[in-house]
């Protein structure tokens, strides 16, 4: 699903603990770091794609975390011409409605190999800005503008 501008509507997932430390993840077969991501399907909303994607990545469910704070409106990131594929289509990047959660439960809740294909292979809690340092380039705009609207909340 595209929009007309040629971007893939995704959701972000910030999720912190007591302490305002962030759950980092390492993708399966590469080197690269992210916070939990993914699309929304057609007729999905944000927070059941957010909640569907939570579950898939990492394991947890509604219940083992609280919302506490969500960007105002989509941001963008474009993909580097490599990456461009969606299917069959062309596609430009990512527009993403990112949500802040603070986890209820405990460091255990977390496990990564509850979808049908596991995105990570490792994960650890870090400081709140630390991403902006690890992330793929072209995510690093984006993670910026969603970690400052969200900081508030915390």
């Known amino acids: 699903m595209l929009d007309k501008e040629g971007y893939r509507p995704n959701v972000g997932i910030v999720l912190c603990n007591k302490n305002q ?16 991501q993914g699309g929304v399907k057609e007729h999905e909303s944000a ?3 957010m909640y ?4 898939e990545e990492i394991g947890l469910k509604p219940h083992q975390v609280q919302i506490i704070g ?6 963008h990131y474009d993909l580097p011409r490599s990456c461009r594929r969606y299917g069959h289509a062309r596609f ?4 993403q409605l990112w949500f802040l959660l603070r986890l209820t439960g405990c460091d255990g809740d977390v496990c990564l190999d509850q979808g049908n294909r596991p995105e990570f292979d490792h994960w650890r809690w870090v400081t709140y800005w630390q991403p902006l340092r690890q992330v793929v380039h072209f995510k690093r ?10 900081e508030p909340f915390l």
């Open 52 to 55: 569907r994607e939570l579950r």
């Open 92 to 95: 430009r990047g990512q527009k």
């Open 70 to 75: 969500r960007t105002s409106s989509w941001l």
């Open 21 to 36: 430390q962030v759950l980092w993840a390492r993708r399966i077969r590469h080197d690269g770091w992210q916070f939990p």
């Open 141 to 150: 705009d984006v993670y910026q503008a969603a970690l400052r609207e969200l």
């Open 47 to 49: 927070d059941d794609a």
